[in-house]
T-cell receptor
Framework: NAGVTQTPKFRILKIGQSMTLQCTQDMNHNYMYWYRQDPGMGLKLIYYSVGAGITDKGEVPNGYNVSRSTTEDFPLRLELAAPSQTSVYFC??????????????FGNGTRLTVT | QQPVQSPQAVILREGEDAVINCSSSKALYSVHWYRQKHGEAPVFLMILLKGGEQKGHEKISASFNEKKQQSSLYLTASQLSYSGTYFCGTGFETGGSASKIIFGSGTRLSIRP
């Protein structure tokens, strides 16, 4: 059981380039999330999804886009990369909503550097 | 909306106890606790749901007071393996569905032999 898989593990982008961070889960979870974590800081919610075709903004959505066409995949798109987007990006999923004892399962993260 | 964690950092000797607090200015639906080791993903510890409960996990336990919008994580007889950064994540109901989880800034716990 792979859980939550993120690719790539590392990436260096030049300012103004674009890329897609991939996230896929094989646990049939409805809820998926993207967080970013700057060095020495906490996790900031970028976007989340409660099911295929449904997405919503989190705390820091500017500069990012998401889509959720299937239950398994939740890619994060960076357009016109900026140095402020240098961070570690974590994808997470959970089976049920917050009214249940349903923890977040995190992927191993993508370390992105924009120079 | 971000919950406030305190203290920001704690240094303990092995065997000592610690309490980490998490408070919110907004009504909470649930509280998650995670531990993160350096360079790794956060790992789930426990969830507390509204209704005021207390949970235990080996020597790590937590309480949730929904009236005060606070949760506390208790680590007793700390071990070297408890070192890491602890995050509380607070769950909010949005548009009738309970789905958004916002994390605090973390509490860095260092255990010395």
């Amino acid at each position: 059981n792979a859980g939550v898989t993120q690719t790539p593990k590392f990436r260096i982008l030049k300012i103004g380039q674009s890329m897609t961070l991939q996230c896929t889960q094989d646990m049939n979870h409805n809820y998926m999330y993207w967080y970013r974590q700057d060095p020495g800081m906490g996790l900031k919610l970028i976007y989340y999804s409660v099911g295929a075709g449904i997405t919503d903004k989190g705390e820091v959505p500017n500069g990012y886009n998401v889509s959720r066409s299937t239950t398994e995949d939740f890619p994060l798109r960076l357009e016109l990369a900026a140095p402020s987007q240098t961070s570690v990006y974590f994808c997470a999923s959970s089976y049920m909503g917050l009214s249940y004892n349903s923890p977040l399962h995190f992927g191993n993260g993508t370390r992105l550097t924009v120079t | 909306q971000q919950p406030v964690q305190s203290p920001q950092a704690v240094i303990l000797r092995e065997g000592e106890d610690a309490v980490i607090n998490c408070s919110s200015s907004k009504a909470l639906y649930s509280v998650h606790w995670y531990r993160q080791k350096h360079g790794e993903a956060p790992v789930f510890l426990m969830i507390l749901l509204k209704g005021g409960e207390q949970k235990g996990h080996e020597k790590i336990s937590a309480s949730f007071n929904e009236k005060k919008q606070q949760s506390s994580l208790y680590l007793t007889a700390s071990q070297l393996s408890y070192s890491g950064t602890y995050f509380c994540g607070t769950g909010f109901e949005t548009g009738g569905s309970a789905s958004k989880i916002i994390f605090g800034s973390g509490t860095r716990l260092s255990i010395r032999p």
